[in-house]
């Protein structure tokens, strides 16, 4: 009878733990990879660039007939370049959504969960990922849709610069937007876990509160004081100048907020998202 060999650990051998050597930078490639080889995603891509440049370019056209001598010019001008972030904003929460919902769907969240048991740093660097890669589109989309429109403006004289006090700002806010946007789809559709029934609440959000606050305003008065802190209106004050309301002023009950305000309140939304999502995705199974 012979003895069975007992196998030795050497240092080439030795059991390693399954994540160790996934580092959050590996993570990031891999959340990258998944996200862009998604036809949603190009679809999306698409869709944020052409539907920006092409809303501007047709509104630019259709005011071009008109006498804007007497209209500001850098705000005129703001409103030309960010009035595709209305649709935009659309596109970038559903693409937010699909962006994990999709794994749920297929399945695939299991392994990406057995290979990272720890959980929230995939949750953290798929909002890493998806914020970037929005951000970036909408800020292309945003100074593209500027240079397309300029030629019509410079014909009017009445052409604005990048460099116009708080136009480059308020376009770095608006690029801003889309990508919380993404993340705030994103945290929603952890949550849910569902295309559908994440689609659904942040277009709700985004969209539904508009119309509901206006109505329900009309018997309870107060609500028209909420207005300005509802996730598009915050939206909206991110890509817009500053007011000019002199120093200690107080602004009228539902005027738009100042845009660093929008963007604490957008923030705001999305990190209640992600907060509820990194809890669940812990406590529940894959």
Do not use: C, N
Not at 190 to 217: D, E, H, M, T
């Amino acid at each position: 009878m012979t003895a069975l060999a007992t196998p030795t650990m050497t240092p080439t051998t030795r059991a390693v733990p399954t994540d160790a050597r996934l580092t959050f930078s590996h993570l990031l490639r891999s959340e990258w990879i998944k996200l862009t080889s998604l036809r949603s995603t190009v679809w999306s891509v698409v869709l944020i660039v052409a539907s920006g440049i092409g809303i501007s370019l047709l509104y630019a056209v259709s005011t071009s007939s008109l006498d804007m001598q007497t209209s500001p010019s850098v705000g005129f001008t703001l409103t030309t370049v960010t009035i595709g972030l209305t649709f935009g904003q659309i596109i970038a929460a559903v693409l937010g959504v699909l962006a994990i919902s999709g794994e749920y769907s297929t399945g695939m969240i299991r392994s990406t969960l057995t290979a990272v048991p720890s959980r929230l740093p995939v949750l953290a660097a798929k909002t890493l990922v998806t914020f970037g890669l929005v951000a970036a589109v909408g800020l292309v989309t945003l100074v593209a849709s500027w240079a397309a429109t300029y030629p019509v403006y410079a014909a009017q004289g009445i052409a604005t610069g990048l460099t116009a006090p708080g136009f480059l700002l308020a376009i770095l806010g608006g690029a801003a937007y889309l990508g919380l946007t993404a993340a705030f789809g994103l945290g929603v559709g952890a949550i849910l876990r569902s295309s559908a029934g994440g689609v659904a609440v942040v277009l709700g959000v985004i969209l539904g509160l508009q119309i509901f606050l206006p109505l329900a305003s009309l018997a309870v008065e107060w609500l028209w004081d909420l207005r300005p802190f509802t996730f598009d209106q915050a939206g909206a004050a991110m890509a817009s100048l500053p007011s000019d309301l002199p120093a200690g002023a107080e602004p009228e009950p539902g005027a738009p907020l100042e845009p660093w305000l929008g963007g604490l309140v957008v923030l705001a939304w999305t990190s209640v998202s992600l907060a509820f999502a990194s809890i669940l995705l812990r406590r529940r199974d894959a």
